[in-house]
């Protein structure tokens, strides 16, 4: 692996001149069923050899972005490899091409002065063997989509693994020696109520994992969850209830330890997830594989959604780009605002003006005023941010600022 230099200071950064550190993120389209409310870019049943020739081309892939002359002069502290489900293909290549990333990269120092690596998983898919390939690979962040601690919520939301296969998925984990482990859970689901999901919060805590991501189901276009919703067979929580159950997510995790610093994220002192904050600060990505998206310094780049067409496209020389944009500034100003709003931390106004050559203040006026006398916006030390009340009706104070 490539020495780990010391961590630049972002604050001194902007888009124009040098940048904070960039994230890479590898996207495995592979998995076992694809859930019925799932709408990200995967494919259940895929052959063996499609999905080798897949992971050998992303190594390739890798390789080469590793040497563009935006990646060389650039340092990196984070690599999430997501899905799909990635330990649906074989461990020892992609364990192979983790190393290869890690190596050909310029990563720095995160905590524990190593960048954060993040593997997600679902709970029926992982062993003690795998486990411990990846670990040697340098994956010290395991992201268990764990979603319900209720065999019928699970039922009810489309996934193969039960109460059980998750808990034994968190002991092994352990076992193999990760210290960073993240459970995904989902509330309003289908036949949820608030005292299905209090329990669901309790048996996650007593996991004692270091981090939680607690979203709430959202019912997208094209799934067979919107058809069903469509039709009115969807016993979805009413919204109040819904309202509800992210207020119990937060008495539950903070009495347990656990700060929120995004709207669906917990995380105990030191263990919040690197690699999202990029995301969150609008910081530039590296996306690796069919239908990821690159942002590399304001300008987003999608990859083809299929697998073949990415693994036909690299192997006869040719970029896998679909699409490109790069927005223009006003816009980039007022996305800048949107995703730090989500951190509970806010954002940063003069780093906004640094940036962008104006302030909230400045740009949105009378309807950001209207938001801070609603008390759904305060500014407190040179940061914009959500209160309380707005944590809660975030959806809709995001509306106004879009």
Known sequence: MSPVKPKTNPDHLTPETAESPAGIYVHVPFCQTKCPYCSFVSYPGMDSKLK??????????????AKHPWSEAR???SLFVGGGNPPSV???????????????FNFTAGANNVPEVTLEANPNTVNPAMLQRFREAGVNRLSIGMQAFSDSMLNNIGRKHTVQDG?????????????????????GLPGQNVAVWKNSLQQAVALAPEHLSVYEL???????????AGKGELNLPHEDATLAMFEQAQESLTAAGFGQYEISNYARKGFACIHNINYWENGSYIGLGAGAVSCFSGVRIKS???????VHLLDKNRIPYTAAEFLPLQARFREAVIMGLRMTAG???SRLEKQFGVTPQKYYGAALGKLQQQELLHEVENRLRLTPKGLLLANRVMAQLV
């Open 75 to 77: 340092e990196f502290n």
């Open 167 to 187: 808990v034994r998925a968190f002991e092994l984990a352990r076992a193999a020696g990760f210290t960073n482990i993240n459970l995904d859970l989902m509330y």
């Open 347 to 349: 954002v940063s106004v």
């Open 90 to 104: 074989a461990t020892e290549k992609m364990a192979t091409c983790i190393a290869a990333c890690l190596d050909a």
């Open 52 to 65: 080798n020739n897949y992971i050998q081309t992303l190594h390739r892939q890798a390789l080469k972005l």
């Open 304 to 310: 083809t959604e299929s697998p073949e067409q990415f």
């Open 218 to 228: 959202t019912v997208e276009q094209g799934t067979p969850f919107a058809e069903l």
